[in-house]
């Protein structure tokens, strides 16, 4: 099969309506190399940068409420820095670049989506959109 690792897509498919964050960016936990008392960050695969994650809301009024916040994950060498807040939002808008998801069965045999985004930024166009492409580190 050709698709092989992480599918590339564009963050319109994986967050037609946007999305917001609702948490702050963290260091992902390498539990293989970490030890008690000692905090290893994990490294991705492929490009060996640090990964960091922050948990979005997705704005789709249709998304179960289950579902609703889903953990992004970041590939950067650096801790990423959020978009500054807007004013009048309760919660502050994002996209993502360089996107890509890898589907794995989740504990409950259910197929699930993790998303990995190179680059966070404001929107370019300012707030929320509208459609749905399901997924994102839930049960599909």
């Not at 948490?23 to 008392?37: L, W």
């Not at 459609?131 to 049960?139: F, I, L, Q, S, V």
Request: charged fraction near 20%.
């Amino acid at each position: 099969m050709a698709l092989q690792g992480p599918i590339p897509v564009s963050f319109d498919m994986v967050f037609p309506h946007g999305c917001y964050l609702v948490g702050e960016v963290e260091a992902v936990k390498d539990f293989d190399a970490s030890t008690n008392g000692r905090f290893v960050q994990a490294r991705d695969k492929q490009s060996g940068e640090l990964v960091w994650q922050i948990a979005v809301m997705d704005a789709d009024p249709q998304v179960k409420p289950a579902q609703k916040t889903v953990a992004v994950k970041i590939i950067a060498p650096v801790q990423p820095v959020p978009p500054a807040p807007v004013a009048g939002l309760p919660f502050t808008p994002v996209e993502f670049d360089g996107v890509t998801v890898t589907p794995y069965v989740n504990g409950n045999g259910r197929l699930a989506y993790s998303i990995r985004v190179r680059e966070m930024r404001p929107p370019r166009t300012g707030g929320a959109k509208s459609g749905h492409a399901g997924g994102k580190e839930a049960a599909a």
